[in-house]
């Protein structure tokens, strides 16, 4: 039987090498064929994509440009109007690619989708005073509201479901905030880049901009014509090529702005002259100087509060990323060391969910590990943390988990409801955890000591069966 089930074995991975090797050559012989991709880019889209001085320019271009440096053929960036205009161009075959396009099953019917290649926060633009909190907002708080959103994104269906709110669609965002600057909306919503973008060249003083932190980070993925399924696997190998640390810089690059300060000193000439007077020139010039200058520095904090939310956030679930995580534990050991009271860190890791990835597809993985967060967000206390390592792996900070009892209590209780099944676009999808615990100061004196017991306990957990905890140090 298992000499049987070897060569079995042996047979899929011949098969396997074989289909791989002949979607490679198909790949390789099909852009021998094509001399050119015509990339779509819609209007009003910067800082990700926009045409100046007759050139493609953004975070969109340069990633395309990365994810395509070892093709043969040449990328012809072609205007294709608003959004929707765009959906309909790569639907006609009127253009090839589109960039930064999220996932739906109506989509799928006239274009294909490579793997995701980022991830985009939504937020939204609001009058100070709206009861909104510092640098971010929930979906619940544009209830009993007009909300203005581009038509065709993603997000209008969330916000289309909530209580009392009145969507109103928009070509572009340019529409958008000219509504929301005549009060005929009392929100408008886009991608974050693009906000930052459009508050850097038209400054707002009276808006308050915050992320939506409750909508899941927008996954993005390049479109591509639904004949040209070829092309999908080129470009995915191309995604793959592209480290972490150069989409890090090019995100920086495009979207951390800083907002312009006060006004020119041609306008301040302008009202000078029209006052007539030197003296009233000085009282004039100082007065809505400083009163200018006020409100574009108040502007200017909310959005590098944002740009801080982006660096210090995992884009798709919206938790904390490894940079605060370390902190927080840093920050966590620092008292703990003073007060020499013990804490917990818990190293997880989804079981199961390559294989979800590899079956459905990373649009359905992606909203996976968005669902599996927020369940353990609402499993934790306020005084808890948890963040995203990387991948399905997950870091939690116990700082008042003062015995081995405790932590174990809580590791145990996440092991049974994050194995409860996931409603996944209308699939039931199951995933299990394995969990490492280790306590400070017994399994670790400093962050990386802690980190690695919790990360070897977890890995006993997976060769114990997984769907279970191992305590650091525990071998039994």
């Not at 886009?190 to 992320?211: F, I, N, R, W, Y």
Request: glycine content about 6%; aromatic content about 8%; charged content about 25%.
């Amino acid at each position: 039987m298992n000499r049987a089930l070897a060569i079995v074995s042996v047979i899929l991975a011949a098969l396997t090498v074989l289909l791989s090797n002949g979607y490679a050559g198909e790949t390789e012989g099909w852009l021998e064929d094509y001399k050119e991709i015509r990339v779509g880019v819609p209007e009003q889209l910067a800082p990700l994509i926009s045409i100046k001085n007759s050139q493609a320019e953004g975070l969109d271009v340069d990633l395309v440009k990365k994810f395509t440096r070892e093709f043969s053929v040449k990328i012809i960036w072609k205007p294709c109007g608003h959004w929707q205009d765009c959906l309909n161009a790569i639907k006609s075959k009127e253009i090839d690619v589109l960039t930064s396009v999220s996932y739906s099953v109506e989509r799928n019917q006239f274009m294909d989708f490579t793997q995701r290649y980022w991830s985009m926060p939504w937020a939204a633009v609001s009058l100070n005073g709206q009861q909104v909190r510092s640098g971010s907002i929930g979906l619940k708080q544009l209830s009993n509201s007009k909300v203005g959103v581009v038509e065709g994104y993603s997000i209008e269906s969330q916000i289309a479901q909530l209580s009392g709110t009145q969507l109103i669609q928009v070509d572009d965002i340019q529409q958008g905030m000219s509504l929301f600057r005549s009060r005929a909306v009392n929100f408008y919503v886009d991608g974050l880049p693009m906000l930052v973008h459009e508050l850097q060249q038209k400054p707002l003083p009276s808006a308050e901009l915050s992320v939506i932190d409750d909508a899941q980070g927008e996954a993005l993925y390049l479109a591509v014509r639904d004949d040209w399924k070829p092309l999908v696997m080129a470009l995915n190998q191309g995604i793959d090529s592209v480290s972490d640390d150069e989409r890090s810089q090019l995100k920086q690059k495009w979207y951390g702005f800083e907002l312009e300060q006060g006004w020119s000193h041609e306008e301040l000439l302008d009202i000078a002259m029209k006052a007539g007077s030197v003296v009233l020139l000085i009282i004039v010039g100082f007065a809505v100087w400083n009163s200018r200058l006020r409100k574009e520095i108040k502007l200017r904090k909310a959005a590098e509060r944002q740009i801080r939310h982006v660096a210090t956030h995992d884009e798709l679930t919206g938790l904390p990323n490894r940079n605060l995580m370390r902190d927080r534990l840093e920050q966590t050991l620092s008292q703990n060391e003073r007060t020499k009271k013990l804490f917990a860190v818990l190293f997880l890791d989804l079981d199961g969910f390559k294989k979800i990835n590899d079956d459905f597809g990373h649009s359905f993985g992606d909203e996976l590990l968005v669902k599996a967060a927020h369940r353990m967000n609402s499993l934790l206390r306020r005084s808890d943390t948890v963040c995203r390592h990387g991948g399905d792996e997950f870091v939690v900070i116990l700082p008042t988990a003062d015995s081995v009892g405790s932590a174990l209590a809580v590791s145990r209780k996440l092991v049974v409801q994050l194995a409860k099944p996931y409603k996944v676009k209308k699939k039931s999808l199951d995933i299990s955890v394995s969990i490492g615990v280790s306590l400070y100061p017994q399994h670790g004196l400093t962050v990386d000591e802690l980190l690695r017991s919790a990360d070897k306990a977890m890995y006993r957990a997976k060769a114990a069966g997984k769907n279970d905890v191992r305590l650091a140090g525990d071998d039994g």
